[in-house]
């Protein structure tokens, strides 16, 4: 996805703030002594029998941002999302929405965001077996009460979008598991939301399914700039699909960045573990990985640029490979009809190692 749709400098649409879930009859206890005491998770259920599922973890989700929160089976990313639609309450923090603190809604309230802010889209869709496509994409418009010719009509272009047309009359025992994904994703599309929250939809799909989906989902994010907090265990779909990625360990978050950063400049060894088989061929950019045109002349004299080939700050690595592979002269970057930088073959070859720190210096 494309970073420049973010807008950071206005009030996130999510917002967590030192949320915290204690599973156990003993929760409040613990949740003081962790306090007080400072109690590990061990400690936690050596004394008071009880479970953290999330510890004190803050984040935010900007406006049109595609926020993926990644981790094992057991890491609480699932119980983190189920605090955000409230299905579960924290044993403290809070979740804000759009400004609110939902914790304060009263259930007529709640119910109000659930239908009218929020579109959830999960592993399992739960689509009504006795209600034909087109009615369940519209189902949602159907508890808003909206005339019936309405909310077809508004069902129907959902169903286009998700390319499902002429299918809308079939049942969803008649569908392929992919095609069943499809009518949540359009179910959520129709009920035209604020913002989705998608917990694991494609994991159960084939890997080539999974990946149509992932391409026709990042589509229609951007062009509907919807605001989205994305689930997965996997770290490819993450980093394919993510603006920012969260991962998560036993309930906390140990890492948020771009897919770039998590993957080049892990903050511990157990994130480091996790990106080791990442390629960066399609993720680092040239501007990552350049010197400036003033430090590289510093060094080698001025540069004669006659016959040297050009490439762009956005350029991945992927690309400037190919731009090296018949010659040893380093590339000129520009930008805005200007040269602002060179990436040397020995600058390149480290980046692709991932030796991003180690780039400097002429070769």
Same mark, same amino acid.
């Given at each position: ?68 929160? /990644?981790? %094992?089976?057991?890491?609480? !990313?699932? $119980? ?6 409230? &299905?579960? @309450? ?26 009218s802010k929020m579109g959830m889209v999960f592993q399992n869709m739960a689509l009504m077996p006795h209600r034909t496509v087109r009615e369940n994409v519209a189902f ?77 989902? /990042?589509? %229609?994010?951007?062009?509907? !700039?919807? $605001? ?6 996997? &770290?490819? @779909? ?126």
């Open positions: 996805m494309q970073s420049e749709k973010l807008r950071s400098d206005t009030e996130p649409v999510i917002e967590c703030r030192k949320l915290w879930k204690i599973f156990g009859n003993d929760a409040d206890h613990a949740m003081d002594a962790i306090r007080s005491e400072g109690l590990t998770k061990e400690d936690v259920l050596k004394h008071f029998g009880c479970v953290i599922g999330v510890q004190d973890v803050s984040f935010s989700v900007n406006e049109g941002e595609i926020f993926c929160v /990644m981790g %094992l089976s057991g890491s609480g !990313k699932s $119980t983190l999302i189920r605090h955000l639609n409230r &299905l579960i @309450e924290p044993t403290a923090g809070e979740v804000w929405i759009e400004g609110e603190n939902i914790g304060t809604l009263s259930p007529t309230g709640l119910r109000e965001l659930r239908a949602a418009l159907e508890v808003r009460r909206h005339d019936r010719k309405v909310r077809f009509e508004v069902a129907d272009k959902a169903i286009e979008i998700v390319e499902l047309i002429g299918w809308g009359d079939r049942y969803p025992d008649e569908l392929s598991g992919g095609m069943q994904q499809r009518v949540g994703l359009a179910r959520a599309i129709a009920a035209d939301p604020h913002f989705l929250l998608m917990d694991e939809p494609f994991s159960a799909l084939d890997p080539l399914i999974r990946r149509q989906l992932q391409d026709q989902f /990042m589509q %229609l994010a951007k062009e509907m !700039k919807k $605001t989205t907090l994305f689930i997965t265990h996997d &770290l490819d @779909e993450a980093i394919r699909i993510g603006d920012r990625i969260a991962i998560m360990r036993e309930g906390m978050l140990v890492q948020v960045g771009t897919p770039e950063q998590i993957v080049m400049e892990p903050n511990d060894s157990y994130v480091a573990d996790f990106v080791a088989g990442i390629s960066k061929l399609h993720l680092v950019t040239a501007a990552r990985i350049m010197e400036s045109m003033t430090d590289y002349e510093e060094q080698t004299g001025p540069l004669s640029k006659s016959g040297l080939l050009t490439a762009y700050p956005d350029d991945t690595l992927d690309r400037l490979a190919e731009l090296s592979i018949d010659t040893d002269a380093p590339l000129i970057i520009e930008e805005d009809g200007k040269s602002i930088g060179v990436v040397t073959k020995k600058a390149l070859i480290r980046g692709i190692q991932g030796r991003l720190h180690d780039t400097t210096g002429v070769s």
